[in-house]
């Protein structure tokens, strides 16, 4: 069991950048691969980031690509997401999520295993 907390969402102008904090509990924290995803008022969950259990391996969405970045410190059990050049688009509750060990980052909701309760982030001027 893998239990999932978000942090550092908030309130951005325009233009500002945030970094999304996602602190696991458990030992196996570096077997799981870990995603990023969004849902903003009336719309569906999608994918924003993910990473592979190995860290080497990283993937984006085409809305966020070159301007949010994912990483991730197995050693603080911790996932980052880098949020950068954010625009009023961006806004929803953002959540993340842990695959289980050993299996490559997807950007499908479905094959996540653990996930957030999410952290609200409102790009507003």
């Known amino acids: 069991q893998v239990q999932l907390v978000e942090s550092g969402g908030g309130l951005v102008l325009p233009g500002g950048s945030l970094r999304l904090s996602c602190a696991a509990s458990?030992?196996?924290?570096?077997?799981?691969?870990m995603g990023w995803f969004r849902q903003a008022p009336g719309k569906e969950r999608e994918f924003v980031a993910a990473?592979?259990?190995?860290?080497?391996?990283?993937y984006y969405a085409t809305s966020v690509k070159d301007r949010f970045t994912i990483s991730r410190d197995n050693a603080k059990n911790t996932v980052y997401l880098q949020m950068n050049f954010l625009k009023p688009e961006d806004t929803a509750v953002y959540y993340c999520?842990?695959?289980?060990?050993?299996?490559?980052?997807?950007?499908?909701?479905?094959?996540?295993?653990?996930w957030g309760q999410g952290t609200q982030v409102t790009v507003s001027s």
């Open positions: 990473i592979g259990w190995s860290a080497g391996k990283t």
């Open positions: 999520a842990a695959r289980r060990s050993y299996l490559n980052p997807t950007t499908d909701s479905g094959d996540y295993n653990y």
């Open positions: 458990g030992r196996t924290f570096s077997a799981y691969s």
